[in-house]
T-cell receptor, first 114, second 112 residues
């Protein structure tokens, strides 16, 4: 099946720094990718929809200036958490859409902000 | 607005028991419904994907059904094993808004 990778898998950073997370579709082109976050013992919440060549669409309550999304190519979307704070510590997962309606999920990135 | 509900929130069963996890959704305009497994601190493992035109999918001891008109899906696990212990998530991929909504999950514990 199709594979979606994320890098890094785990990152620890100091408060106030920025962290970039990459999501790649390895064997297919994805015009649409999604970014989710998951707090401990909670389900996944959609943060934003990333479309290649255009601005991301953010869900209500998600700060677009804090969570910068760039879908630079058909196989790469990046999420940058700017000026990270401890409350941004979470599990971030991306997914990529193949074709019309089939999604493949990445393995996730665990962010810890000290 | 699509809402996805999973019942029960938690379940503890003895090894060998057959069990059913339930998922309901409010908007039937979906591309597909997917069941995932998530182990503590880990990412998602896709178990079964049911397209909107399908009624069920099977993989090994797992069987998932979909009744789009009533907004329900079930995940049936036969002969449960301790290794099945995990959180099971149901997710629907909406046609409206082109987004996926996850349920809160069912935490399953299978006792040896």
């Amino acid at each position: 099946g199709a594979v979606v990778s994320q890098h890094p898998s785990r990152v620890i950073c100091k408060s106030g720094t920025s962290v970039k997370i990459e999501c790649r579709s390895l064997d297919f082109q994805a015009t649409t990718m999604f970014w989710y976050r998951q707090f401990p013992k909670q389900s996944l919440m959609l943060m934003a929809t990333s479309n290649e060549g255009s601005k991301a669409t953010y869900e209500q309550g998600v700060e677009k200036d804090k969570f910068l999304i760039n879908h630079a190519s058909l196989t790469l979307s990046t999420l940058t958490v700017t000026s990270a704070h401890p409350e941004d510590s979470s599990f971030y997962i991306c997914s990529a859409v193949q074709g019309r309606d089939t999604q493949y999920f990445g393995p996730g990135t665990r962010l810890t902000v000290l | 607005k699509q809402e996805v509900t999973q019942i029960p929130a938690a379940l503890s069963v003895p090894e060998g028991e057959n069990l059913v996890l339930n998922c309901s959704f409010t908007d039937s305009a979906i591309y597909n419904l997917q069941w995932f497994r998530q182990d503590p601190g880990k990412g998602l493992t896709s178990l079964l994907l049911i397209q909107s035109s399908q009624r069920e999918q099977t993989s090994g001891r797992l069987n998932a059904s979909l009744d789009k008109s009533s907004g329900r899906s079930t995940l049936y696990i036969a002969a449960s094993q301790p290794g099945d212990s995990a959180t099971y998530l149901c997710a629907v991929f909406n046609t409206g808004g082109f987004k996926t909504i996850f349920g809160a999950g069912t935490r399953l514990f299978v006792k040896a």
